[in-house]
């Protein structure tokens, strides 16, 4: 064969071509306009079909102005939209650290099945509501689109308890998610998250749902000093589940969520009970092994600025 500058001129365009195929083919963009090319999915790229142009109650203020504080009911008329509204019940939590061992999900019921709740009507978000106040503990998440949107809006939730999955369809429910407000400040109901400095920002503005007693496990990772603390070392190191983050770019405006979107979101809460018990254990022998040390506390808490409070169990 006779190897020119053009023959390798079209050896390196072929190669070039196939790569750049091999990438498209394993990016969200080929996931994204494989699921528009077969319609299963609702594009919001027509400003007038944009979810957040339904919202009746928009609690969060498009502008560079201070945070202001909700206003508990049946607390002082007079008390300032600068406080924290549950800054009482914090540091009594403060004070009075309630005690938790275990958060209490074993390796048998750890495997994540198909059966999952969708939560898109006030009545069944207020049977959820039901059932969290009953529980010690549940994990949280959530998922945010910010695309042509100045600060963006909490587009969906995760809850886990020990024993279900909920996804609440926080577009359909955006006007009356308060409903979960007792809950989620009840400081006897532990919540755990990870990495919850955004998630406490995005419940707090767009629903003034505010966070009484938490576990996250970023920050217990920071603690015992874990060469990595994203939720994908986590998810490896103690489940031994594999998960494609890309997903967290995703339009999560959607509806419905293809199967992908639903199978990532709930990845992403049910295994934090069982990854927090694991930390919680490892955060309990260090302690027991340097006393004198870092892990000689069983809670902290730390106030991050003026408008929020994250407390984690250690």
Request: proline share 4%; with cysteine.
């Amino acid at each position: 064969m006779f190897w020119n500058d053009s023959f390798k001129l079209e050896v390196v365009i072929a190669c070039v071509a196939i790569s750049f195929a091999t990438l498209l083919l394993t990016s969200g963009i080929y996931r994204r306009w494989k699921r528009r090319r077969s319609g299963a999915s609702l594009c919001y790229s027509d400003p007038e079909v944009k979810p957040q142009n339904r919202f009746k109650h928009l609690l969060a203020d498009n502008s560079y102005t201070p945070f202001k504080h909700w206003k508990c009911e049946g607390k002082e008329k007079e008390s300032s939209l600068k406080i924290h509204p549950y800054e009482r019940e914090i540091n009594f939590l403060l004070k009075h650290p309630p005690t938790l061992t275990k958060f209490g999900c074993s390796h048998q019921n750890l495997d994540m099945d198909h059966s999952y709740i969708w939560v898109d009507t006030e009545y069944m978000l207020e049977s959820l509501a039901a059932t969290l106040s009953k529980e010690k503990v549940f994990a949280v998440d959530t998922e945010q689109h910010s695309i042509r949107s100045f600060l963006g809006f909490t587009a969906l939730m995760q809850i886990s308890t020990q024993k279900e999955d909920f996804l609440v369809d926080t577009i359909a429910l955006h006007d009356v998610m308060g409903i979960l407000r007792p809950v989620f400040a009840n400081p006897f109901i532990c919540k755990v998250f990870h990495g919850a400095d955004n998630d406490v920002l995005w419940l707090q503005r767009d629903f003034h749902i505010y966070l009484v007693n938490m576990f996250d496990t970023a920050k217990a990772c920071e603690v015992l000093s874990k060469p990595l603390k994203s939720l994908a070392f986590l998810l490896e190191k103690y489940c031994s589940v594999l998960t494609d983050k890309s997903f967290q770019r995703e339009d999560w405006r959607q509806r419905p969520l293809c199967a992908e979107m639903i199978q990532y979101a709930r990845t992403d809460a049910h295994y934090l009970l069982h990854i927090a018990d694991c930390l919680a254990s490892e955060l309990r022998t260090a302690r027991h092994d340097c006393p004198d040390d870092k892990f000689n506390f069983f809670l902290r808490g730390q106030s991050v600025d003026q408008t929020r409070f994250v407390f984690n169990y250690m």
